[in-house]
């Protein structure tokens, strides 16, 4: 549906890209697209042009965080939220702020449930 | 007299005396024409005589080079024969006792002026006698006239091998001795004699010097242990070292310190030995100053313990920054497929009916078991994190009482009254503050957690500064020791009263996952991660422990921050 929240999740783990999607899916209004490269994930997002990313940060074909650069570089993904999820951190030795961020940056660590993640969707967009 | 042979003065007069004895020997025998034979007097001078010179054959050498004794033995002969010629009333033939006397005088002079002196004064004194009796104008007057240049001549040709042959002796003598006074003079060790007793014979400038006296008279007599008088144990030492060498008749060697002068001294007691009996009279000491040596030595060994030291947290630093590298990765790689997991049972309890609650049950059930793996996680994670390790100098009371603070709540929740004692408020340990926040609410939870049956329930803390005596666990002499004897600790201790821990349990509950309590209930890593954090702080831990009285853990923590290096980023 045309209101739907678009969310492009970019992710090596496929099996997690799908629970993304059929959990969110199931649970409201969303519209899940999938990636499980950096360079895929980058062009759906160009030609999709979701409402908010989740970003996977350790991949092995290209990291988070060079992704995250290259959205910036294209002025048609450029302002698109990014949610970086990795299992990497955890919330006390990241120092998450209250928002979840740090710096201009939303990250959530992993594991999440399915509720938190819809939350922090929400908190999100209902910012921007 | 045999001129080859060494001529010591006590040799000189003995056989000068011998053949006076000898020659009367003969003219008692054989006397001249116009001569009478010795009488009743001369027969007891030569027994006299003779005896006297058996005294001398036994007394030692030495004796006759003290002048004294050496003139006086010459005086007395003096005045002994020519009385003992005299009161025999022989006229003839004491000429040639006179003879032989005059040679031996003449022999004596120690000096060449006193030589020409002699010879030509006792010459004259002969040329005289031989006048007075008439001898000079009577019938054999030639042949006398001709002994006066003979006994000149022969008297000074003896006098002179003599004297120089002495003289010789004695600058040879000399010469030596001066050169071996030069030597212990001028030297740079400290040098002294000293005999069985530790009574000193002899000592060299340096120490008269050292030891601030004057000269060395004043040192003489005085026994070693007068010398190091602020220090008896130095001086016991050095007395027993001493002793030692008069026994073994071996060279030994020691080291002591000068507390008063603040030297360390290397010092070798070496035996002088007795010429003929090879037995030790006398022990020489030599000491040098070393304290240069021994600081660099010292310098070196702190160099090396401090080298071996930083080596090995740089081991350790390695090690724990390859778990940290090892736990970013596992934790990673077991995250991902727990997020399947947990968003795998999301999708399975969506999709089932409410009704299903035996299903929902196993799905809950799932979370908790993906729960407390992500727990233990999270602990391993938290733990081995470089960057997180702050260590800094912090008081440990504020620490504790922060802590309790956060504990409160749980605490009162399980009815366990707090106490924190702390002798001093101002007492600071070197450690991160968050690891050791971490690490007590671990134990007072712990100690809650044992006091849970119990009627009494109280969780005692105290703190307080401890000097180390004993050797422990990384606490004793060695390098790679956390705590020296002598140094100081902090030691926490969490006590309570709870049912205690049995003895065959207590060397495990420091091991990972080692856990007592049911399963749902904890990980087993809270001890294990507390012991991991004290090495860390480079401290140890101990515990004592009572079935049904209760637990105490010892925390024993670094005062200072010297003994832990900063960790790098």
Known sequence: MPTDIKVLVIDDEFDFCYFVKTNLMQSGPFDVLIATTGTEGIELARTERPDIILLDLFMPEMPGEDVADALKEYPETADIPILFVTALASNDDLSLNQEGKIGNNYIMPKPIRTKKLIQTIMKILDRT | ?569
């Open chain 2, 1 to 569: 007299m045999d001129m080859a042979a060494p001529l010591s003065r006590k040799r000189i007069i003995f056989l000068v005396r011998l053949t006076v004895i000898l020659t009367t020997v003969y003219f008692m025998l054989f006397p001249p024409s116009g001569g009478q034979g010795l009488q009743t007097w001369g027969y007891l001078f030569i027994v006299f005589y003779l005896l006297t010179n058996l005294v001398v054959a036994y007394i030692p050498d030495r004796y006759f080079y003290d002048d004294r004794i050496f003139y006086g033995f010459i005086l007395c002969d003096s005045i002994l024969l020519p009385a003992g010629i005299y009161l025999s009333g022989y006229v003839g033939s004491d000429l040639y006792l006179m003879f032989f006397f005059i040679i031996s005088l003449t022999t004596m002079s120690s000096h060449f002026g006193y030589l020409i002196i002699n010879t030509f004064f006792f010459s004259f004194l002969y040329a005289w006698l031989l006048y007075q009796r008439g001898l000079l104008t009577g019938p054999h007057a030639t042949g006398y006239w001709i002994q006066i240049p003979f006994i000149l001549v022969i008297a000074m040709f003896y006098g002179y091998l003599v004297t120089t042959r002495l003289q010789d002796k004695d600058k040879k003598i000399n010469e030596v001795r001066a050169y071996y006074e030069q030597i212990v003079r001028g030297t740079d060790v400290f040098m002294c004699i000293v005999d069985r007793e530790g009574k000193i014979i002899f000592a060299n400038p340096k120490i008269i010097n050292f030891y601030g006296y004057q000269n060395k008279d004043d040192l003489v007599g005085l026994e070693l242990s007068q010398l190091y008088s602020e220090d008896e144990t130095e001086a016991e030492k050095t007395l027993r070292q001493v002793k030692s060498v008069f026994e073994r008749n071996e060279t030994s060697r020691h080291e002591s310190f000068d507390k008063k002068h603040g030297i360390w001294f290397a010092h070798t007691l070496s035996p002088i030995r007795d010429a003929a009996t090879k037995d030790v009279s006398a022990v020489c000491i030599i000491s040098k100053d070393i304290t240069d040596r021994i600081e660099k030595e010292n310098k070196l060994n702190n160099t090396i313990e401090l080298l071996i030291k930083t080596r090995d947290q740089l081991m350790q630093q390695d090690k724990m920054a390859a778990l940290g590298r090892m736990a970013s990765g596992i934790a990673h790689e077991i995250r991902n497929p727990l997020e399947i997991i947990y968003m795998g049972l999301d999708y399975l309890e969506n999709n089932i009916p409410d009704d299903q609650v035996q299903i929902r049950e196993a799905i809950d059930k799932m979370y908790h078991a993906a729960n407390r793996a992500d727990n233990i996680i999270k602990n391993i994670l938290s733990f081995s994190r470089k960057s997180e390790w702050k260590i800094v100098q912090l008081p440990i009371c504020k620490l504790l009482k922060n802590t309790l603070e956060l504990a409160r709540q749980s605490l009162q929740k399980k009815n366990v009254a707090a106490r924190l004692e702390c002798a001093d408020e101002s007492l600071e340990v070197a450690a991160d503050y968050n690891m050791l926040e971490h690490l007590f609410l671990n134990l007072f939870e712990n100690a809650a957690d044992a006091m849970a049956d119990r009627e009494e329930r109280i969780l005692t803390i105290r703190a307080y500064k401890k000097r180390i005596t004993e050797i422990g666990y990384k606490t004793g002499y060695r390098y790679t020791d956390f705590f020296k004897i002598g140094d100081d600790m902090v030691v926490v201790e969490v006590s309570d009263t709870g049912k205690g821990i049995p003895k065959d349990v207590l060397p495990k509950i420091f091991e990972p996952f080692f856990t007592t309590k049911p399963v749902n209930e904890g990980t087993g890593l809270g001890l294990s991660i507390a012991h991991m954090i004290i090495e860390r702080l480079s401290g140890t831990i101990d515990v004592a422990s009572q079935e049904n009285v209760g637990t105490t853990f010892f925390v024993k923590l670094q005062p200072e921050m010297k003994f832990i290096t900063k960790q790098e980023e």
